[in-house]
């Protein structure tokens, strides 16, 4: 009775213990799936705040020439 319920349990194609160890390898799979969607995105993020900082930079340094200039014309 006890042997035939551990059986059970310990079917490597349906037993409760693989059915276990399917769902969390499953999850993991779907998991290292969403993290490297996430990482995609990041890295689209990362380059699209780069170039808004560079393009920020290019306007304070045209800013700052354009008030030197006005500065020396007052």
């Known amino acids: 009775m006890?042997?035939?319920?551990?059986?059970?349990?310990?079917?490597?194609?349906?037993?409760?213990?693989?059915?276990?160890?399917?769902?969390i390898r499953d999850l993991n799979e779907s998991l290292d799936r969403q993290i490297a969607a996430w990482e995609l995105r990041l890295i689209t993020i990362e380059d699209q705040l780069r170039?808004?900082?560079t393009n920020l930079e290019v306007s304070l340094s045209q800013m700052r020439s354009q008030s030197n200039f006005l500065a020396g014309v007052l």
């Open 51 to 53: 170039k808004q900082f």
């Open 2 to 23: 006890i042997a035939a319920e551990a059986d059970r349990f310990a079917d490597p194609d349906e037993g409760a213990i693989q059915v276990a160890q399917d769902n």
